[in-house]
């Protein structure tokens, strides 16, 4: 799901995820969190500005890529 905020160059998206290997499980967010941040820079280096893990209050983790220049931090 993504959702345009307000900003174009602003998109919140959030996910679940599914069971997965040999042995059906849910990977947890942080490990899923994780491999996303690695796929970004190592797949789209000159596009990635910068990247932020942070734990939240409610306990999730949320990722925050810059990807443009004027994008806000």
Not at 32 to 44: I, N, R
């Amino acid at each position: 799901m993504a959702t345009i905020m307000t900003s174009p160059l602003l998109a919140r998206v959030a996910g679940q995820a599914s069971r997965r290997g040999m042995i059906p499980r849910v990977p947890s967010g942080d490990s899923l969190v994780a491999a996303v941040e690695a796929w970004l820079t190592s797949a789209f280096p000159e596009t990635v500005r910068s990247s932020r893990r942070t734990v939240l209050d409610s306990g999730a983790t949320e990722l925050a890529v810059v990807l443009h220049p004027a994008a806000p931090e």
